[in-house]
């Protein structure tokens, strides 16, 4: 197996540790580490076929999925900042107004 | 069409109590003593045109011309549907008209008196005007909805004089009572003339019994067509099953009874009768139906009167019987007969109501026999009036009654209807009994009311000569009328509905005398069970309780009709309204409605609330997209 | 002068204006506005409005014997999408917009009004008097859709606010059961106009799509099966409005829980549009359908005046007893529609204009003896006529045209239409001659019940007062509209039947010579108006599809 290979593997598992984590876990700092994690997988698979293609067009999507990241990061962690004043708790189970 | 003056004057006829009753009822704002006065002129004037347009038709005795038309102008006009507001005036409208505005002026010249003291006088004036103006139009319309206009009129008109005294609710529901019943009957007027419309494409009634127009109405359309018109006459003209209403009808003021209940309203469905016999005879399953309804109704009614103890319930029950007499007399094909018999009718009745109303004025407002008796004393006059009246109704000989209902008998006895020959010997003993009861309750009325002593409480006394005055005029038309309108209206009216031969034949003092037998037994019977075994009531008891019971509940049609149709009717009603309007119909909204909250309430359940449910949600969707995709 | 250039729609914008105007004040933080100056302003917008159709009217019709007013206004509106400001006034509008006129104005005037909000009151009047007028008027499909549907905004805004105390469910069932049905009227209007692109794509070279009654009922017959579903949509979404038998479930409850004024307008008017929707747009467009639904509709309607007159027989409540005879009434016109001629058409306008004064007089008057009361349960009523004679009288002539009195109003279309439906029905007519009947019963029942008899069982309001002024003025022109409309019908009749026209099949088709006259298809190369009779006038410029214009033409009676 190519090295080609082995980094999808890499970035399949890491995008479904993230997916998994996003789903299962309710500490929103944690479902939104799971989120990095995914996009950070993708940003892998991003390099591999950059590689495999021999273009550059993969490498400028990561730049633009990083930068998209940091400006996620910045508004989520806003989000759960604020969510945390009136709810004093980061858990997603326990910010379920939004049901019917 | 060129309008000369007499065509402006039947105009004038009919609009001018339309234009009294207006001001009449405007009157009660300012000056209600003017309003009797003034409606009471315009009919006094209305009469004096209707006799000038009478000499217009006839010259001597032999007619001038056939017929006065005149229109108002056009009404409505739709595809093949174009009414206007047409008058004809001939014969059989001359003689209505004379009717209603000869008795009618006198009726209103009576009522200034007797209402004088009621706070609501100017709106009686403006509805009795208004009356006389309906019942005008029905008897001169040309076109059958002209016809309706009046016939619906004069049943507003009744409607609101019956439930005149609006306070009290069981007067109210008189009215409504006899507008319903009215309202059934017309009911067949409509049917009617949707029938003939259809089938020969007018309305006009001189085309309608043109020759052309008979032509085309088949068999079916002829009966149908007839009975409907028949049932329109049997709600007007109170003929069994529908008549009901006319004995209610006396909660009414008695001068109201006397000229609509009596003398012109209730008449309308012989004068239609008249009016389309054409179109009746078409079919001789009408007009046996016609005679023996009247039969019926004539037996009916009379038996019901024997019994009763208030004065207009009497006389109101009589009136349903005479109708009968007269629908004999259609049935059997004798239009002008029965006509002759509305003539002397609206006298003789007319007399005897106003009288009536004397008594009941004079005895401060009680209607019950019972606590009358011996007025002849303090009331002469009246007790006079309604003697003579009485000997007119119950066919004694010289007085009205006699000639009319003879040739009514006659009639009977001349008619040719294969569906009545085979009853004519029995239907003639039936009507010569019913003369002897008619004679029977008039007479013991009399007796209870005028003879023997006073058993009430009030200080009765004669009424003024603007009361009297008006009834004796009427008396002496009941003494003289039959005979001196006998030959004359006969020939008169042949115009219009042919007369048979035999009415015209001279009659001998032994016809007389044979003719006036069952009046005068009739007379006997009722003195020697009244006046001298006391009380008719207690000799019933003694021997049908039964009978007495079923006669005093008028066969308890009344329940009848709450049994049969009320009754099963209002229980469709609420049906309709609460099982299927609230159960089906909404049930069915609700049902819908439900269906859709449990669908919403089911993807509800999805929706947990949970970020992780809805992430894992999105998931599942792009592995089954890309499934699908791939 | 822009009443020139836009006739028709300025009687439809006047009134909106004058309800903003009415409402400024509320926007602000002055909301104490007077009422007795909010109710001057909309009287005096409704009277403009009046006297403008008035006048065009007037001025339209001004020829002599048997011509009759014919007028198009035409606006581009999403030229895209085929969709236009079409609006005819013509013989058969002529009627229900002058009725919706004056039943505002009566409304308005009349004054049951509530004691809050005032300023909305009016706004809320005058914005359904224009929705009203606008589905009077239009005659594209999708302008009718929309002021259809606009005009149950403020009508449902107005019972929300001022209705009675179960109101919010009254509104929510009103709101489902109409939409529910105009839903099913859009699905087919969309398919309407996308079949015309079909048909028209050939000719113009680009998808152009029509909503246009004189252009669709030119275009080929749709085939029998596609005008029957089509048709059933249309006839579910009409007839809920009218209503039609099955279909008025919500009927007793709106009229209920309405406020005195707004219930009037809704029994006199919503409806109607229901009867003039089938007449305008159905009847032409499903020519087949409808005779197939005919025997169908005929029955309905039978079943609906007798139904309707026993359902308000037995109600005790005097809304609910008006709301069943209004059942029974209009299914006279329902009759009219179902059988379909000249005549039987003409007698179910004339009974849903009739209708609309009687039924609006009925719910004015005995709303105010009601709030007299404060009981709308006939038991408590009784012997007003002692303190109320005034509209003792006025309402005694109402109930006689309710009850169809020859010379009054309600009389000629019940005739016409049972003339008519005697022919090929004579059962079904004389199941609604049964209704007449029963009319009477409940009628008169119910004017005993409130101003006949002893006195009321409940304590008048100290301040309850016999009509007079402008209410009185208002019962006595119902008292008049009713008579003349019994007396000289032949005026509106002979309008209506102008734009009436039945073709030979027995079954209603627009005339196309009237509709077509202006019409955006003229430019994709149809000319509609080569079958024009030599008659007709025509007071415009040539148009394109894209050019506004409004067109007057005087027809022939016998052209």
């Known amino acids: ?100 | 069409m060129v309008m000369g003056n007499v065509e402006n004057l039947l105009l004038l006829l009919v609009s001018l109590p339309l234009f009294g009753a207006a001001v009449s009822y405007a009157l009660g704002l300012r000056a209600r003593v003017l309003s009797g006065p003034l409606a009471t002129l315009t009919v006094a004037v209305c009469f004096g045109i209707a006799i000038y347009l009478t000499t217009e038709l006839m010259v001597g005795s032999s007619i001038q011309r056939e017929a006065i038309v005149a229109s108002f102008g056009s009404w409505l006009s739709v595809g093949n549907v174009t009414l206007s507001f047409d008058l004809y005036f001939d014969a059989l409208s001359a003689v209505m008209c004379l009717v209603i505005t000869g008795i009618g002026a006198l009726i209103h010249l009576y009522s200034i008196q007797y209402m004088a003291s009621d706070e609501g006088v100017a709106r009686y004036f403006g509805f009795l005007n208004l009356f006389v103006f309906s019942m005008l139009l029905l008897v001169l319309g040309k076109n059958l909805p002209v016809v309706f206009i009046g016939w619906e009129g004069v049943g507003l008109c009744s409607y609101l004089l019956i439930g005149f005294w609006y306070k009290k609710t069981e007067f109210v529901l008189a009215g409504q009572k006899a507008f319903v019943m009215n309202r059934l009957g017309d009911l067949g007027f409509i049917i009617a003339m949707a029938a003939l419309f259809t089938t020969t494409g007018t309305l006009d009634i001189v085309e309608l019994t043109s020759p052309e127009s008979l032509a085309r109405i088949g068999e079916g359309v002829a009966l149908l067509a007839g009975l409907a018109l028949f049932f329109a006459a049997t709600g007007k003209s109170a003929q069994f099953p529908l008549f009901t209403w006319l004995p209610d009808a006396m909660a009414g003021p008695t001068p109201v009874s006397a000229l609509i209940h009596a003398a012109t309203m209730v008449t309308a469905g012989i004068y239609l009768t008249g009016r389309m016999h054409p179109v009746l005879e078409l079919s001789p399953q009408v007009l046996s139906v016609i005679t023996w309804t009247g039969v019926i109704t004539a037996f009916v009614a009379a038996t019901v009167a024997l019994v009763q103890n208030d004065i207009k319930k009497v006389l109101a029950y009589s009136t349903v019987s005479q109708l009968g007499f007269m629908f004999i007399a259609v049935g059997c094909g004798c239009y002008s007969v029965a006509l002759f018999h509305v003539v002397t009718h609206a006298f003789f009745k007319a007399c005897l109501f106003l009288s009536a109303g004397s008594v009941i004025y004079g005895c401060h407002h009680e209607q019950d026999m019972r606590r009358m008796g011996g007025l002849r004393k303090s009331m002469p006059i009246t007790a006079a009036t309604y003697a003579v009246a009485c000997l007119a109704i119950a066919g004694i000989a010289p007085f009205a009654g006699y000639f009319s209902k003879h040739a009514i008998i006659d009639s009977l006895a001349h008619n040719s209807n294969v569906y009545l020959a085979p009853f004519q010997g029995g239907l003639q003993i039936v009507v010569t009994l019913i003369a002897v009861m008619t004679a029977g309750y008039m007479a013991r009325s009399f007796f209870m009311t005028f003879m023997g002593s006073y058993r009430g409480e009030a200080t009765p006394h004669e009424v003024p000569v603007i009361m009297w005055g008006p009834v004796v005029v009427l008396a002496i038309l009941s003494c003289i009328g039959g005979w001196l309108l006998h030959d004359t209206l006969f020939s008169f009216l042949d115009a219009v509905v042919r007369t048979p031969l035999f009415i015209l034949q001279h009659q001998s003092l032994t016809s007389y005398v044979t003719g006036s037998l069952p009046g005068v037994l009739g007379i006997v019977l009722a003195y020697s069970l009244l006046v001298r075994v006391v009380s008719l009531t207690e000799k019933f008891q003694s021997w049908g309780w039964m009978v007495q019971k079923l006669w005093e509940r008028k066969y308890y049609l009344d329940e009848l009709y709450d049994v049969v149709v009320v009754n099963p009717l209002r229980i469709t009603g609420r049906f309709l309204a609460v099982g299927v309007s609230q159960g089906l119909v909404e049930g069915f909204g609700r049902g819908v409605a439900f269906f859709v909250q449990a669908l919403g309430e089911l993807a509800r359940r999805t929706t947990t609330g949970l970020v992780g449910g809805y992430a894992l949600y999105m998931l599942l969707a792009i592995a089954v997209l890309i499934g699908i995709l791939v | 002068m822009i009443f020139e250039s836009m006739p028709l729609s300025s009687i439809l914008l006047i009134p909106v204006i004058g309800a903003l105007i009415c409402l400024g004040p509320w926007f602000t933080k002055e909301r104490d506005v007077s009422g007795r100056l909010c109710k001057g302003w909309a009287i005096f917008v409704a009277c403009l409005v009046t006297a403008l159709l008035g006048a065009i009217v007037s001025s339209s019709a001004a020829g002599t014997g048997d011509s009759f007013l014919y007028l198009e206004e035409y606006h581009p509106w999403m030229p895209s999408l085929g969709a236009s400001f079409h609006f005819t006034l013509d013989g058969l509008s002529v009627g229900f917009c002058a009725m919706t006129c004056l039943i505002s104005l009566a409304v308005i005037c009349w004054s049951s009004a509530p004691s809050k909000h005032r300023a909305a009151w009016y706004a809320m009047l005058l914005f359904a008097m224009s929705a009203v007028l606008g589905s009077f008027l239009a005659t594209d499909l999708v302008a009718f859709y929309v002021f259809y549907e606009l005009m149950l905004l403020p009508v449902l805004a107005g019972i929300a606010i001022w209705g009675g105390d179960d109101r919010k469910r009254a509104v929510f069932k009103f709101l489902m059961y109409t939409l529910s049905g105009s839903v099913l009227m859009l699905v087919a209007i969309v398919y309407l106009g996308w079949q015309s692109s079909q048909i028209l794509q050939p000719h113009s070279g680009v998808t152009d799509f029509a909503f246009t009654i004189s252009t669709l009922t030119s275009l080929p017959t749709l085939t029998t099966n596609v005008q029957v579903v089509l048709c059933a949509a249309f006839l579910v979404a009409l007839g809920l409005k009218i209503p039609i038998v099955p279909l008025h479930g919500w009927l007793v409850d709106t009229y209920r829980q309405a406020p005195v004024g707004l219930v009037a307008f809704i029994a006199a008017l919503l409806g109607k549009v229901g009867v003039y929707g089938i007449i305008r747009f159905v009847l032409p467009l499903f020519p087949d359908a409808m005779s197939i639904f005919g025997p169908f509709i005929v029955a309905l309607g039978a079943v609906g005046v007798a139904g309707g007159a026993l359902m308000a027989w037995v109600q005790r409540d005097v809304r609910s007893m008006l709301a069943y005879s209004s059942l029974s009434h209009l299914g006279f016109c329902v009759i009219g529609i179902g059988v379909a001629t000249t005549v039987s058409i003409s007698g179910a306008v004339f009974q849903a204009i009739s209708h609309g004064f009687v039924t609006g007089g009925l719910f004015l008057a005995f709303g105010r003896l009601a709030q007299a009361i404060d009981s709308d349960n006939l038991d408590d009523f009784g012997g007003l006529a002692d303190r109320f004679p005034v509209m003792a009288f006025f309402t005694m002539i109402l109930t006689v045209a309710a009850v169809a009195l020859p010379l009054t109003s309600g009389f000629v279309g019940e005739f016409l239409v049972l003339m008519s439906a005697w022919q090929r029905y004579p059962g079904w007519a004389v199941l609604s001659g049964v209704g007449i009947v029963i009319g009477a019963v409940y009628m008169l029942r119910a004017y005993r019940s409130i101003l006949f008899g002893e006195g009321p069982r409940l304590m008048l309001r100290s301040n309850s007062a016999d009509v007079r002024g402008l209410d009185l003025t208002v019962l006595a022109s119902f008292a008049v509209m009713v008579f003349a409309m019994g007396i000289a019908p032949s005026r509106l009749l002979s309008a209506i039947e102008s734009s009436v026209v039945v073709g030979q099949g027995g079954v209603l088709k627009a005339d196309r010579a009237r509709l077509g006259s202006l019409d955006p298809v003229v430019a994709t190369g149809i000319d509609l108006r080569s079958g024009f009779p030599g008659a007709v006038k025509l007071k415009f410029a040539p148009l394109g599809s894209a050019q506004s214009g409004v067109v007057t033409a005087k027809i022939d009676k016998k052209g």
Do not use: P
Not at chain 1, 28 to 52: D, G, T
Not at chain 1, 60 to 67: L, R
């Open chain 1, 1 to 100: 197996m190519s090295v080609y290979g082995l980094c999808i593997i890499l970035s399949l598992a890491l995008f479904l540790i993230g997916a998994v984590g996003v789903c299962v876990r309710r500490n929103a700092i944690v479902v939104f580490m799971c989120i990095e994690l995914m996009l950070n997988a993708v940003n892998i698979a991003f390099v591999a076929f950059s590689r495999l293609h021999g273009g550059l067009d993969g490498q400028v999507a990561v730049f633009f999925v990083m930068v998209i990241a940091a400006a996620e990061s910045a508004v989520g962690l806003a989000i759960i900042l604020s969510v945390f004043r009136s709810f004093i708790s980061v858990e997603t189970s326990d910010v379920s107004e939004l049901k019917w």
